[in-house]
């Protein structure tokens, strides 16, 4: 069932609720404060959770503090088309980008701990949750019992869930 907030039924949620960002591997990585040993010993992952880049360190300065050299980096800048091009970088996709890089990385090392990214954001299996550019949960959708394919039910739920997105933006 498609909620908003202007819905009375006992299926809709109280409100807009805020939804945090998370990544496509979701985790609570932990830079500060703990040691790789009491990461590991709490059953969590000692990783890389954080990248730095140095791009005007030279290939001999970040090996002396050392840091790692890496080569083939894609750099995306934020500027418009024109200022994409007069820099010599690459327009694609709608987007500034800087092929084949060379930089110097330092790699934040920390505690990686699992988040439990469904009970978190009380989410049920299929479920196509669309948030505004605020980040703000503008409707949920569960999917098993919405068939979203344009040849299913005249196309009327994929028309909803496609002016659904519309509109979020």
């Known amino acids: 069932m498609i909620c908003d907030d202007q819905c009375n039924l006992s299926s809709c949620n109280d409100g807009i609720r805020v939804l945090p960002w998370v990544q496509d591997a979701p985790y609570t990585f932990i830079s500060n404060g703990i040691t790789q040993e009491e990461c590991e010993n709490s059953g969590a992952t000692w990783d890389i959770g954080e990248q730095i880049f140095y791009y005007d360190y030279t290939q001999e300065q970040c090996n002396s503090y050392d840091f790692t050299w890496q080569t083939d980096l894609q750099i995306m800048h934020d500027l418009s088309e024109e200022e994409c091009l007069v820099n010599n970088y690459s327009w694609f996709h709608d987007l500034c980008v800087e092929f084949d890089v060379e930089s110097c ?29 605020q980040g703000y949960e503008v409707a949920r959708l569960n999917l098993t019992n919405t ?19 519309i509109s979020a933006r």
């Open 105 to 133: 990385v330092e790699d934040i090392y920390g505690c990686s701990e699992a988040a439990d990214v469904w009970g978190n954001w009380n989410v049920n299996l299929r479920d196509l949750i669309i948030v505004n550019k």
């Open 147 to 165: 068939n979203p394919d344009p040849s299913s039910t005249c196309g009327e739920n994929y028309q909803t869930i496609k002016d659904l997105i």
